[in-house]
């Protein structure tokens, strides 16, 4: 259902999900539960499979290592206690509790835009916004050719591995040896980018570029995307500010 | 996968919104004036060479290889971005990098994202172009014209980029308060200390094999230093200052602490806010757990109504298909 | 500009590296003609094309198409006349998705949006590809994507149409789609190719290039039946002019490695 969606509502939609999610202040479980209830009901609407949508947006949690520190230093009541004297904290539960749960609130709103959303859309949204044209272009151009260098490093990863099959892993050769080969495919990548930027610069030069990025207009968005943008905005502006006001 | 491996994409919920908001200005500010000196400075013939090696520079965070009992070394690029093609060239290249990551991929988060480019972009960049440069200087005023100066230098800068943005993403962690200084920027230091070497050596390799097929990829970079100055300053000045900063805020993490929690410009819009909203107004609602109840109820209303619509799309999809 | 016509007077081109990739090449194609630049590898065919759009500069002579010279001056109006499609279509289709490759051109002729919109949708109509304006183009396959480069350059309107290496790498079937295609697209046609049977099906004469120096040219069943002289430019000649005894020869030879003897039980 999503899918048909206008790219620009659901991308400044996003946006404004997690910018309401960022600013609701620790504590405030009322309203992340509201949030909660939204995203799941986005990624109903979005009929996207459940497995996908949890192992994919797992991969973004390890980074919340970095929060678990928190559990030990934020001061408050004692919850248990590990040697060296690190004692874990009631309080600092909580915030860890806090910061995650954001997160993967956020990553989960972030992965439904993409998964109903091709790239090519969000692209037009963000001439949208009016983002400088050179920077969407060299955007542009490099999602367009990431795929075709991803299979050229593929291709290379494989002959590297059909050539170097009877090395044991971690002997045989030294470590500035792998470095240095893996470093020569990684030049070797840049060479063949930059040889394939001189093809494309013809055939774009010969069908008239003149070096000035340019793009056919979009049309306006039409009255009923404008009332949902406009619903979405007033229902996430209206939930953070309660989280601000009563537990900030 | 496409995810990048180096643990330096900020996801959303880790920044307060003023960490986001100051570091997403930073970014437009800097990048918007490489696109202005891109855009004086460089041909038309630049574009495509920005897009696609953007995307062999992202291509080439997928190669790794095996340091030591399953860690694998691995490529930011920073560093081989700034030297192939001149510090402005790779502010774009690299912010193009990793919004893609982050928009596409949810490899850092889109709040987030002023931050990750500040750290990733701006910084890498600036950080890699000083140290580049200055060793090339040093090395050139000790062993003259060595062919393996350009790799030496490259490691060098990749190694220093690494390091310095790391000390940049830990200081952005622990200024939100949500992870402790004395804890973040040991431990991301230390981490990328050893990635650091990962990252300098494939950025080396990188450099020799560009040299040895003899091409002229190598030309921005080896303008004068004078062309670039304020880059230089700029990148000694963030090494600098991140270097001094760090171990400061890792021996008073309360002095961080204290800044995290005078949560700005919230702050101080909360106190008049309280005083337009009388208590009356909602009455209960202050109360926690009627407030969760309420909130549980209103979602499991959204939740249904989702669930309804879809079942009810899919049911006229289907009477039309018959 | 209405007669389309193509002029090459005595090109001689060297790469900066040194490399001669046309040695004193004289071409004429008249209006409405559809000739085969044939030859092996490296014989110059790809450096030739590049030269009726100006993408390169001869060292010696001179081009002219539709009666312009190609030179700093007339860039513009000349490369609107000539669509210029590269062998690779991973470097012809650079935008995001279909639609911006295919108005790509016209854009940079300044065309007013609705016209735009109307020559996307003629292009890709003439190339089967209506209904693939939004894909992205990095999705497509390989003989999708060499009929979307064909409408990047005929949504310009040419006159005179230039394809390196048309056929190059698809499959049978998507290469009879191709040189079907090819038959009923009007403009002057100049097409680089080892393809012979394509030749033979769309052109009406072909010239042999090698070492960058043009060796032969004439009507394609004359220039491809002279085994010898293929054979010496690393060419063969297409099995449909080879004679019918030869033929029944070949087929015979060909099943005789097929069925392995004692295969056989009954005739
Ligand atoms: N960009 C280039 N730089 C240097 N030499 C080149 C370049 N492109 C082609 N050549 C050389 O020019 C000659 C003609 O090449 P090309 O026109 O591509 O041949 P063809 O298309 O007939 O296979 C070859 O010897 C080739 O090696
Ligand atoms: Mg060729």
């Not at chain 2, 490899?107 to 172009?129: C, E, K, P, R, T």
């Not at chain 2, 300098?200 to 670039?228: E, M, N, W």
């Amino acid at each position: 259902m999503l899918h048909q969606l206008d790219a620009r509502v659901k991308v400044n939609l996003t946006l404004s999900f997690i910018l309401a999610t960022t600013l609701t202040p620790p504590g405030a479980w009322p309203v992340l539960t509201l949030l909660a209830a939204l995203a799941l009901a986005v990624v109903i609407l979005a009929e996207l499979r459940a497995r996908f949508v949890l192992v994919r947006t797992a991969l973004a949690l390890p980074f919340a290592l970095a929060a678990l520190p928190l559990l030990f230093t934020v001061a408050g009541t004692p919850l248990f206690e590990l040697p060296w004297g690190w004692t874990a904290s009631w309080e600092g539960l909580l915030r860890v509790a806090n910061i995650v749960v954001k997160t993967w609130l956020s990553v989960l709103m972030a992965f439904t835009l993409t998964a109903t959303t091709p790239f090519t859309a969000i692209l037009v949204a963000l001439r949208g916004w009016r983002l400088p044209r050179l920077l969407v272009t060299i955007v542009a151009l490099t999602w367009r050719y990431l795929f075709v260098l991803v299979e050229e490093a593929q291709r290379l990863m494989r002959a590297r591995a059909a050539r170097s099959g009877q090395i044991v892993e971690g002997r045989g050769k030294s470590l500035a040896w792998r470095a240095r080969v893996t470093g020569g495919m990684a030049g070797n990548l840049l060479l063949r980018g930059a040889d394939r930027a001189e093809r494309i610069y013809s055939a774009m030069s010969a069908r008239g570029y003149d070096g000035e990025p340019r793009v056919v207009a979009q049309p306006p968005l039409t009255a009923g995307h404008r009332a949902l943008l406009a619903l979405g905005y007033l229902f996430l502006a209206l939930l953070a500010l309660t989280g601000i006001l009563f537990w900030g | 996968m496409l995810l990048s491996p180096v643990p330096m994409h900020i996801p959303d919920g880790f920044l307060s919104v003023l960490v986001s908001v100051v570091f997403w200005a930073l970014s437009v500010v800097g990048v918007g004036y490489a696109l202005k000196r891109v855009n004086e400075d460089l041909g038309e013939r630049q574009v495509p060479i920005m897009g696609v090696l953007a995307a062999a520079i992202f291509a080439g965070q997928m190669l790794n290889f095996s340091v030591t009992g399953g860690t694998s070394g691995h490529l930011l690029g920073a560093a081989l971005a700034t030297i192939v093609l001149g510090p402005w060239a790779a502010v774009l290249v690299m912010t193009s990098v990793v919004g893609i990551q982050a928009v596409v991929f949810q490899d850092g988060g889109l709040l987030a994202l002023g931050a990750n480019i500040f750290n990733m972009s701006i910084v890498g960049v600036a950080v890699s172009y000083f140290t580049y440069k200055s060793m090339q200087r040093l090395l050139q005023q000790l062993v003259k014209d060595q062919p393996w100066s350009i790799p030496v230098s490259g490691f060098v800068a990749g190694w220093v980029s690494i390091f310095i943005a790391a000390l940049a993403c830990a200081l952005q962690l622990a200024l939100s308060g949500s992870s402790p200084a004395n804890v973040a920027i040991p431990a991301m230091s230390g981490i990328h200390a050893l990635i650091g070497i990962g990252e300098g050596l494939i950025t080396a390799g990188a450099l020799a094999f560009i040299l040895a097929a003899q091409r002229d990829l190598l030309q921005p970079a080896a303008a004068p230093v004078g062309s670039h100055r304020a880059v230089w300053v700029g990148g000694l000045v963030i090494a600098v200052l991140l270097a001094i900063l760090s171990p400061l805020a890792s021996a008073h993490p309360d002095g961080l602490e204290w800044v995290a929690e005078q949560r700005g410009f919230l702050d101080l819009a909360q106190e008049p806010l309280y005083e337009i909203i009388p208590d009356y107004v909602l009455p209960g609602i202050g109360n926690e757990a009627l407030a969760t109840i309420l909130a549980g109820v209103i979602g499991v209303g959204l939740v249904l109504a989702a669930t309804l619509a879809v079942a009810y799309v899919r049911r006229r999809v289907q009477s039309v298909e018959v | 500009m209405h007669h389309n016509t193509i002029d090459v007077e005595h090109v001689s081109y060297a790469y900066p590296d040194g490399q001669m990739a046309l040695r004193d090449v004289s071409l004429h194609v008249s209006s409405g003609e559809r000739v085969a630049l044939i030859g092996p590898n490296g014989a110059g065919k790809s450096t030739l094309l590049l030269h009726l759009n100006g993408l390169l500069k001869p060292q010696a002579g001179r081009v002219r198409v539709c009666g312009l010279d190609v030179g700093d001056g007339n860039l513009g109006p000349v490369r609107a006349a000539v669509g210029l499609v590269f062998q690779d279509p991973n470097d012809q289709l650079f935008c995001p998705t279909v639609f911006e490759d295919v108005a790509f051109g016209p854009l940079y002729q300044g065309l007013p949006e609705a016209d735009i919109r109307t020559r996307v949708a003629a292009a890709l109509e003439a190339v089967g590809m209506a209904d693939f304006a939004a894909r992205a183009s990095y999705r497509l396959s390989l003989g999708e994507k060499k009929r979307i480069a064909l409408a990047t350059v005929l949504s310009l309107r040419p006159h005179i149409l230039a394809l390196d290496e048309p056929s190059a790498g698809l499959d049978p079937r998507a290469r009879r789609g191709l040189i079907q295609l090819l038959t009923t697209v009007h403009p002057t046609l100049l097409i680089a190719t080892h393809d012979l049977e394509l030749v033979l099906d769309v052109c009406d004469r072909v010239v042999l290039l090698d070492e960058g120096r043009v060796i032969v040219e004439g009507c394609p069943g004359d220039v491809m039946c002279d085994v010898a002289l293929m054979e010496v430019h690393g060419l063969e000649r297409p099995h449909s002019l080879t004679p019918h005894a030869e033929l029944h020869h070949l087929r015979c030879d060909a099943l005789a490695k097929c069925v392995a003897p004692g295969n056989i039980t009954n005739e």
